[in-house]
């Protein structure tokens, strides 16, 4: 009782526990990273829960001590002298850690002078997001401590070599995974720093399930398999061109407005370019199909086409005759296979030709493939460059 009167009566918190003030007091710091409350992509803000505990030697305190004093002793803060140290790169008002009220805090104390404090508090700090592999990104975070006195009076040294290589935090996040958690001295100017930094890999189930994975099968819609026949071909192509743009939206609500860009960004993009694309070559071809009924000529240039892309014999088109009964139908047909047989046989003059409407379909098949290898190859480079993100 005597040792907390005497302190009471005559409290040291605003003197530095040393007997030659001319000389700086070492304050040995282990800084922990207990969790990661949140972290905020769009913003780059990072809320965590971080442990201090420093240890230090009060030569004044030490003079208190009785001699049947020999079991540690708490002491309140309010008392004696402890070290203060600020958040650097804070992103709030409250430069310190949110903890409870100093006067409810302890500092333990043992009967040589050694002082113990440990203090667990949240942080929140400036961590600029790297969005280019997302949603495999990994994000690496620092948190800057800054002793609130000069180097000439207190110096900041971490407790151990050991403590430098930490491997991860002590409670786990849903969605980030903390690997590489580092502590490194530094100095701001005149005065001791502390950086504790750390590694963030996204957990990316939850977004490949419900971005990308939906993402492979909308620009997969995107092919020209719908006949032209249903007449909603036109309306089928534009309904995923505004899909994909409202999908563009979507992703840009949840990324920062950063270089560089993401490559699921990138990929919608192309993607949408292609889609125009798409859009474009729908109606192509429903002019193509639209030109059978006008009975115009085909251009030798679709002809080749044609020929290059037909992989069976063509046959002879026959005209359509939209108001003729059945009878006459079945007549011409017959007479049209004659002369097919004819010209085989003996008129070498006689060679197929073609409508169209063979332009039609060899073009909606030559697209059909041509864009689902684009799709292919575009879905094989992007998943091989995401996953190839460094660690």
Not at 70 to 99: A, Q, R
Not at 102 to 115: A, C, E, K, L, R
Request: glycine share 2%; charged share 20%; proline share 5%.
């Amino acid at each position: 009782m005597e040792f907390y009167k005497s302190l009471k009566t005559d409290p040291l918190s605003h003197i530095r526990p040393v007997k030659n003030q001319s000389l700086p007091i070492t304050v040995l710091m282990d800084l922990i990273l207990h969790s990661v409350v949140s972290y905020d992509e769009k913003t780059g803000t990072l809320l965590s829960l971080i442990i201090a505990n420093m240890t230090w030697t009060d030569e004044l305190v030490r003079e208190y001590f009785s001699k049947e004093v020999v079991d540690e002793v708490p002491i309140p803060m309010s008392l004696i002298w402890s070290p203060g140290f600020s958040i650097y790169n804070t992103v709030t008002e409250d430069t310190t850690l949110k903890t409870s009220d100093n006067q409810y805090q302890t500092v333990i104390s043992s009967p040589d002078g050694t002082m113990r404090n440990l203090i667990l508090g949240l942080s929140t700090t400036k961590c600029d997001a790297d969005m280019f592999y997302y949603p495999m990104d990994v994000q690496t975070c620092k948190i800057h401590f800054v002793s609130d006195e000069p180097l000439n009076k207190v110096v900041i040294q971490p407790t151990s070599d050991a403590y430098l290589g930490r491997l991860t935090a002590l409670h786990k996040n849903e969605e980030w995974e903390i690997t590489h958690v580092m502590c490194e001295t530094d100095m701001i100017s005149t005065y001791s720093k502390m950086i504790i930094s750390f590694k963030m890999t996204r957990k990316p189930m939850y977004l490949f399930m419900n971005f990308v994975v939906p993402l492979m099968y909308l620009c997969s819609l995107n092919l020209f398999l719908l006949p032209e026949s249903s007449g909603e071909r036109v309306s089928y192509a534009v309904t995923m061109l505004l899909a994909l743009i409202l999908y563009l939206n979507m992703i840009a609500d949840r990324l920062p407005n950063t270089v560089p860009v993401s490559l699921i960004n990138i990929n919608i993009a192309i993607q949408l370019n292609t889609s125009c694309f798409v859009v474009l070559m729908t109606i192509l071809t429903l002019r193509m199909h639209e030109k059978s009924q006008k009975d115009q000529p085909v251009p030798w240039f679709w002809q080749v086409f044609v020929s290059i892309t037909s992989t069976n014999c063509l046959r002879k088109s026959r005209s359509k005759v939209h108001t003729i009964a059945v009878k006459e139908a079945e007549v011409k047909e017959e007479k049209e296979e004659e002369n097919d047989d004819e010209g085989v046989q003996g008129s070498p003059d006689n060679k197929p030709t073609v409508s169209w409407i063979d332009v039609s379909r060899s073009a909606n098949k030559f697209l059909f493939w041509m864009f689902f290898s684009l799709l292919s190859i575009q879905s094989v480079v992007f998943f091989v460059l995401i996953m190839c993100r460094p660690m």
